[in-house]
């Protein structure tokens, strides 16, 4: 086990290279099972959600093999249950099911536990398999999904949170290969949903829509290998954008989509930092003055629910009373009573963070808990008075390619330490 060390009171100036993006190359691996011929991934971040997939594809039968950022998997035969030691520990492998169930008529999967950014029910996800003809069973903590033939349907895919990013994943992957046009109505509209439409139809997929509310799948016979870089990652992004933010002086972005960005740089705008941007990078400058403000987290292209915890972080020492509440995942607030101990003052009521600035934050002890949670404590011992300890370090390292590396080269002062 390790923890991070965050000296704090250094300020941050200069270029980040984003990696690519975490949650679009989870899906995207995952629809390599769609076809027996080899894919080839550019631009793969080196994280331990992305080793998981990798070890669930390889338990599948796939060939995988890793190059620095280039993974190639060829998925010639596979077999179509996921063990269970590997998948129950990242809910995301739950994407494997649509592929699965699209190439080979039928997936078992262990069913993703609850984590503590709150409940991660599958019921959308298995509404849509099932509209496409697939029988669906749970059984001893197993999702069973079969399917003689697939068929093309229309099919609404709402929960009372809006709609599901992994859902619209897995039901668009199901139904690349079934017969007839599927529609997917209330489809998530993350980047992370275009850039895997973009990977399917590179394989021979005829989608259009991905990006829109309304998703239009027009099954095929089978498809081909293909080659795809994975676009950046715009919750890393974010995140160097609040460590700007925090305890920047000037921090620049490299090789980022700052289009994916505009709802997370409008707030920050907000609160009182400038902007230059370019095609594909991003700076952020301290203003003349902070603002307190009030956030809402919701579905793209809504302020994303992934960087409400950093904010927060920023949030605790802006002068004034900032709101935040979360639509999407309303128990995300882990953070909180960590920043508390930190010295934030946030009190929590009923899915909302009521945040009152105070001057500076004392380093101190902290648990990180989730991934974004984690990185919101890391951001937040940037400007704290000492020294602030992260444990469970192994939550960031799910989610960001050598965080405390990036930030020292920023002129941060982090240390990596063996707990
Ligand atoms: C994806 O998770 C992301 N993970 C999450 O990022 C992100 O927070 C989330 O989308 C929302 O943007 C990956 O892409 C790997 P959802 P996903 O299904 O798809 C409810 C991170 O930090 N819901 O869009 O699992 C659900 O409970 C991670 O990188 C149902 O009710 O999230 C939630 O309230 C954390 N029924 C809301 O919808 C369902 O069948 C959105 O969940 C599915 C979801």
């Not at 619209?168 to 992957?173: I, L």
């Not at 952020?284 to 603002?291: A, Y």
């Not at 909180?336 to 004392?362: C, D, H, W, Y």
């Amino acid at each position: 086990m390790e923890k991070i060390l965050v000296h704090g009171g250094k300020t941050l100036e200069g270029k980040v290279r984003i990696s690519g993006s975490k949650n679009s190359a989870l899906p995207i691996l995952a629809a390599t099972l769609l076809t027996k011929e080899p894919c080839v991934l550019q631009r793969v971040p080196d994280l331990s959600d992305i080793h998981y997939m990798l070890t669930i594809l390889g338990r599948l039968g796939c060939e995988v093999e890793r190059a620095s950022g280039v993974v190639r998997v060829t998925a010639e035969s596979i077999t179509t249950t996921a063990p269970y030691d590997i998948v129950r520990k990242m809910r995301a492998s739950v994407c494997i099911l649509g592929p699965l169930l699209g190439r080979e008529g039928e997936a078992t999967v262990s069913l993703p536990g609850g984590c503590v950014i709150g409940d991660r029910p599958i019921d959308l996800h298995l509404r849509g398999f099932e509209a496409l003809g697939a029988a669906v069973s749970v059984k001893s903590g197993n999702v069973r999904v079969l399917a003689q033939d697939l068929h093309g349907a229309e099919i609404f895919l709402r929960g009372k949170f809006g709609s599901t990013v992994l859902g619209t994943d897995n039901v668009m992957m199901a139904a690349v290969l079934a017969k007839g046009t599927t529609i997917i109505d209330s489809a998530a509209e993350e980047p992370e949903v275009v850039d895997l439409a973009n990977f399917l139809n590179k394989m021979g997929a005829k989608i259009e829509g991905a990006g829109t509310r309304r998703i239009i799948i027009e099954g095929v016979k089978e498809l081909h290998g293909a080659e795809h870089e994975i676009i950046p990652d715009r919750i890393e992004a974010g995140t160097f954008l609040v460590a700007g933010a925090i305890a920047g002086k000037s921090v620049t972005l490299t090789r980022i989509n700052p289009r994916h960005l505009e709802a997370v740089v409008h707030p920050l705008q907000e609160a009182g930092f400038l902007f230059e941007s370019g095609d594909d990078f991003l700076r952020i400058l301290p203003g003349n003055s902070r603002k307190p403000l009030h956030l809402e987290a919701m579905p793209y292209p809504g302020f994303p629910t992934d960087m409400q915890a950093q904010m927060c972080a920023l949030l605790a020492t802006t002068d004034g009373i900032s709101v935040v509440t979360d639509h999407v995942f309303p128990h995300r607030f882990m953070h909180a009573s960590e920043l508390k101990r930190m010295g934030a003052n946030i009190e929590m009521n009923e899915g909302t963070a009521v945040v009152q600035g105070v001057p500076k934050l004392e380093g101190a002890p902290v648990m990180a808990s989730d991934l974004r949670a984690s990185a919101a404590l890391v951001l937040a011992g940037l400007s704290a008075e000492g020294i602030t300890e992260v444990n469970r370090v192994y939550h960031i390292d799910r989610g960001y390619e050598r965080i405390d590396e990036k930030l020292n080269d920023l002129g941060a002062e982090i240390e990596r330490v063996k707990a």
